[in-house]
């Protein structure tokens, strides 16, 4: 596949069960353990696709996104919200905050996966389309 995938993460369980599934479908996986460290990385590698947990250390994943996404080098990357906190209003939020999609905990690995390739395939040329079309 070839493609590129920053995880942003605390939980080093649920990054070891991402990075292990992920790299045997064949991605790249880039790993931070919070949204400072995510951001930084997202600036630097330029992934194709972000999973972003929200809850976590020194920056959340809200804020992070809103940096990722302020950010002309980095705005065009797909940024996949991955949250425990699955109540009424969260995904508003995510999206609020420039969050493409939103997976919630505990993560169902199908839903992952068609999640990713959504966005790396179908959704990735209009999503392209689209930024072309507002410039």
Do not use: W
Not at 60 to 70: F, N, Q, S, Y
Not at 93 to 116: F, N, W
């Amino acid at each position: 596949m070839g493609k590129t995938i920053l995880i942003v993460e605390d939980e080093p369980k649920n990054m070891k069960l991402l990075r292990d599934l992920l790299q045997r479908f064949g991605y790249e996986i880039l790993e931070a353990s919070d949204g400072e460290e995510g951001v930084i990385s997202a600036r630097k590698k330029i992934p194709n696709l972000i999973l972003m947990d929200i809850m976590m250390p020194k920056m959340d994943g809200l804020e992070a996104t809103r940096i990722i996404k302020a950010d002309t080098k980095t705005k065009h990357i797909p940024v996949i919200a991955l949250t425990s906190y699955a109540m009424k209003g969260d995904r508003e939020k995510t999206i609020e905050a420039g969050c493409d999609g939103y997976i919630a905990k505990p993560i169902d690995i199908q839903e992952v996966l068609k999640t990713i390739e959504y966005f790396l395939t179908t959704h990735r040329k209009e999503f392209s389309a689209d930024k072309l079309v507002n410039k």
